[in-house]
């Protein structure tokens, strides 16, 4: 019997500015799993989703997928995540339904059914043909997320997706995080607010902070 495919990260350690972030982090996700990190600002959240997301490289250690580096091909580790970071990517010409259709058909999918079921499940069905510019900062927000939907991928790297929300709004996304688990797929999120994630685990980047005794003065940034 062969073992599920695992996204693991070994020995991790990150640099930024020249500045050491975080040391010896490690972490595994499992098939269904999700990863709560957690920490205060500046610990190193976002820059452990660009790495797990192949936009950086740490200094030293592994990310791996099924046992196989990152590094050895980004590109077909990227084709199967989605990464949803601070800014909403939302054209202001085009209306929710055209930059969902677009989105899902970068990835593929021709598919005006799962593009509705996308509106649905962020409840932007009641918007759907009002243009980027009219959105409040929560429809973009619920309008970047629902990408998630419109166009499957294993994995989902979320940086504080909730920001901007209202707590339905969250609701909504607890309830997607649980259905895309509940069908294989890997949740890494980011938060500064309390979210449902049965099960989840949680990582706490202060327990990798610098511990002050590193000489980081004379290594390089290994920026991808
Ligand atoms: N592009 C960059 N160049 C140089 N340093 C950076 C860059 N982006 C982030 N940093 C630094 O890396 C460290 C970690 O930043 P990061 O954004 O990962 O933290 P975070 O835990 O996500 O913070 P927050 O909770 O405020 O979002 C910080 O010290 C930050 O100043």
């Known amino acids: 019997m062969t073992s ?3 996204f693991t990260g070994r020995d991790l350690l990150c640099l930024r500015g020249g500045r050491l972030v975080f040391q010896d982090l490690d972490f595994t996700l499992a098939p269904g799993g999700c990863l709560t990190l957690v920490g205060p600002n500046g610990s190193g959240k ?3 989703l660009r790495l797990m997301a192949a936009l950086l490289k740490p200094l030293r250690g592994t990310i791996a997928w099924d046992g ?3 590094a050895q091909d980004p590109e077909a ?3 199967r995540l989605h990464y949803v970071g601070h800014l909403d990517a939302v054209k202001a010409s085009f209306t929710c339904r055209e930059i969902l259709s677009f989105w899902a058909g970068v990835r593929g999918v021709a598919d ?3 593009v509705d079921r996308a509106l649905a ?3 932007i069905d009641t918007i759907a043909d009002v243009p980027g510019r009219f959105l409040s900062a929560g429809q973009r927000r619920r309008l970047s997320l629902a990408r998630l939907v419109a166009a499957p991928a ?3 790297l979320l940086d504080e997706p909730t920001v901007g929300l209202d707590r339905a709004s969250v609701a909504l996304l607890e309830g997607a995080i649980a259905h895309h688990r509940a069908g294989g797929g890997r949740v890494v999120l980011s938060t500064h607010i309390d979210l449902a994630t049965p099960d989840g685990a949680v990582l ?4 990798f902070a610098p511990r002050g005794d590193e000489d980081d003065g004379d290594v390089a940034e290994d920026a991808a």
């Open 4 to 6: 599920p495919p695992h």
């Open 46 to 48: 976002s820059t452990l």
């Open 68 to 70: 196989v580096a990152l």
């Open 77 to 79: 580790h990227r084709a």
């Open 112 to 114: 005006r059914a799962a």
């Open 121 to 123: 499940a962020f409840a």
């Open 154 to 156: 294993p994995l989902w």
């Open 204 to 207: 706490d980047l202060a327990a």
